[in-house]
């Protein structure tokens, strides 16, 4: 996303909790700081991108003393929408502005810079970093501060889903006697096709767990999604089952690929599994 940043003309000045994290992007252009302070001092617009909600606040709250005057943070960060709604009205009262801009697509979407970005702001703010966010993918303002937290929750909720229904799918044309891959290639470019078909599909078939989007970081998401259901006096009995499928893995695979779906599915069922490759797991 940096890299992005810079081949459009941006100038970035970038920190990471650990500093060698940052130092591999100077090379490319971008200006390492010592310090959040340092780094957020002389900026118009913060981006951050962290692993969860108590995290963004922690290293806002460390921020903040050093913005200037009417700065813009952007937190591209998967959190919960109450997170994020609390991230806007901290900086809305110290004469700052916010958007949530958390994003889909991956590692190969952020390199080639067609992430999906889901943003909740003013009309004004987005207005005043559109051409930013779009140097990093296709942005789109759903709402409010808060809302782009809720299009990542259910983007989340559809990917959860589909990942253990691709798993059954695959599993059970195993079972039944028929060849798995030649199935989702039969189906491949039906009403059935996904990313996930495409892409999971291949890694159930494979075995390939090396992590992309972690167990753990699905977790996090399903459990973001029900509270939000919970807030919203909504039930979404499927995504409670997804997540208790997901569970399962939390202490055996927690840094596997959300792929790994298909183990938790393949637990259920003793002596049944999809092909013969061993498991990779790093």
């Given at each position: 996303?940096?890299?992005?940043?810079?081949r459009?003309?941006?100038?970035v000045?970038?920190w990471?909790?650990t500093?060698?994290?940052?130092?591999?992007l100077c090379?490319?252009g971008a200006?390492?700081a010592?310090s959040?302070a340092e780094?957020?001092s002389?900026?118009?617009?913060?981006?951050s991108m962290?692993e969860?909600?108590p995290i963004?606040?922690?290293?806002l709250q460390?921020?903040?003393?050093a913005l200037?005057?009417g700065?813009?943070w952007?937190?591209?960060?998967?959190?919960?929408?109450s997170?994020a709604?609390?991230?806007?009205a901290t900086?809305h009262?110290?004469?700052h502005?916010f958007?949530d801009?958390p994003?889909s697509?991956?590692?190969g979407?952020?390199q080639?810079?067609?992430l999906?970005i889901?943003a909740?702001a003013?009309?004004?703010d987005y207005a005043?970093?559109?051409?930013?966010?779009?140097?990093?993918g296709?942005?789109?303002?759903v709402?409010?501060?808060?809302?782009?937290?809720?299009?990542?929750?259910?983007?989340?909720?559809?990917?959860?889903?589909?990942l253990?229904i691709?798993?059954?799918?695959?599993l059970?044309?195993r079972?039944?006697g028929a060849d798995a891959?030649a199935?989702r290639?039969?189906?491949?470019?039906?009403?059935a096709?996904?990313?996930i078909?495409?892409?999971h599909?291949?890694?159930?078939?494979?075995?390939?767990f090396v992590?992309?989007?972690q167990?753990?970081?699905?977790?996090k998401?399903m459990?973001?999604i029900?509270?939000?259901?919970?807030?919203?006096?909504?039930?979404?009995?499927?995504?409670?089952?997804?997540?208790?499928?997901?569970?399962t893995?939390?202490?055996?695979?927690p840094t596997?690929?959300?792929a790994a779906?298909?183990?938790?599915l393949?637990a259920?069922?003793p002596?049944q599994?999809l092909?013969?490759a061993?498991?990779?797991?790093s």
């Amino acid at each position: 996303m940096v890299r992005c940043l810079l081949r459009a003309g941006y100038s970035v000045t970038i920190w990471n909790r650990t500093h060698s994290k940052a130092q591999v992007l100077c090379a490319a252009g971008a200006q390492p700081a010592v310090s959040i302070a340092e780094a957020v001092s002389a900026a118009d617009v913060v981006i951050s991108m962290l692993e969860a909600g108590p995290i963004v606040a922690m290293v806002l709250q460390e921020a903040l003393p050093a913005l200037r005057a009417g700065t813009l943070w952007i937190d591209m960060s998967s959190t919960r929408q109450s997170e994020a709604q609390q991230l806007h009205a901290t900086l809305h009262a110290a004469g700052h502005g916010f958007i949530d801009a958390p994003v889909s697509g991956g590692v190969g979407g952020a390199q080639a810079g067609k992430l999906a970005i889901m943003a909740g702001a003013s009309s004004s703010d987005y207005a005043r970093v559109e051409a930013i966010l779009s140097a990093m993918g296709r942005p789109t303002l759903v709402g409010p501060p808060g809302s782009g937290q809720v299009a990542k929750l259910c983007n989340q909720l559809i990917v959860g889903g589909t990942l253990n229904i691709v798993a059954e799918a695959l599993l059970l044309a195993r079972a039944a006697g028929a060849d798995a891959a030649a199935m989702r290639a039969a189906i491949r470019g039906g009403f059935a096709e996904s990313k996930i078909l495409e892409v999971h599909g291949q890694r159930m078939l494979e075995r390939n767990f090396v992590a992309g989007g972690q167990v753990k970081s699905q977790i996090k998401d399903m459990h973001n999604i029900l509270a939000a259901a919970e807030a919203a006096h909504v039930t979404l009995p499927v995504t409670q089952l997804v997540t208790q499928r997901y569970e399962t893995l939390a202490t055996t695979h927690p840094t596997a690929d959300h792929a790994a779906a298909l183990l938790a599915l393949e637990a259920l069922n003793p002596g049944q599994r999809l092909g013969i490759a061993p498991d990779k797991l790093s």
